[in-house]
C-alpha cells in the first residue's frame, strides 16, 4: 500500500501497511478534517467538478469558473481539500492542477464502513440478547 505525504512542497508515496497509516493518526483529528472538508456546497461542487471531468484533474481556472466565485475563495477551498487529503495538486509550468486522492478516499471510506459496520454488527448482537 501506498501513503501520500506532502514533503518538501510535493506529495509523494510511499509504500506503507495501509492499516498502519490509521494506527498512528488521531481519529477525532481525521474526521473532522474530512467532515469540514466535505460538508460545504463549494467543495461539494469541486469534488463532483473533478470526479466528472474527461481527465480526472483541473487547473485552478477551470474549477474557479465551474464554481462561479473569485479564484482566492477557490483557493481556500482547494487548501481545506488538500489538507483533508481529499485532493492532490501537480504544478506543471505556472499553473497547479488538481485531481481526486482516490487511494487516500478509498482508504477513508474502507475505515469508515469497517467503523460503522462493526458497530451495527455490535447493537444487532444486543438488540437479540
Known amino acids: 500500500m501506498k501513503e501520500i505525504k506532502f514533503v518538501n512542497g510535493e506529495y509523494s ?25 466535505i460538508n460545504n456546497k463549494v467543495r461539494e461542487s469541486i469534488i463532483n467538478f473533478l470526479h466528472e471531468s474527461d481527465n480526472l484533474e483541473a487547473n485552478v481556472s477551470e474549477i474557479t469558473e465551474m464554481t462561479g466565485i473569485g479564484q482566492s475563495a477557490t483557493s481556500q477551498h482547494l487548501g481545506i481539500l488538500c489538507d483533508a487529503n481529499i485532493i492532490i495538486p501537480r504544478r506543471e509550468g505556472k499553473f497547479i492542477y488538481y485531481k481526486l486522492n482516490y487511494e487516500s478516499i478509498n ?20 438488540e437479540k440478547c
Open 13 to 37: 508515496e510511499y509504500t506503507t501497511d495501509r492499516y498502519k497509516l490509521f494506527e498512528k493518526v488521531n481519529y477525532p483529528k481525521i474526521f473532522k478534517n474530512i467532515s469540514r472538508a
Open 107 to 126: 482508504l477513508i471510506n474502507e475505515f469508515v464502513y469497517k467503523y460503522f459496520n462493526s458497530d451495527t454488527e455490535k447493537t444487532a448482537k444486543n
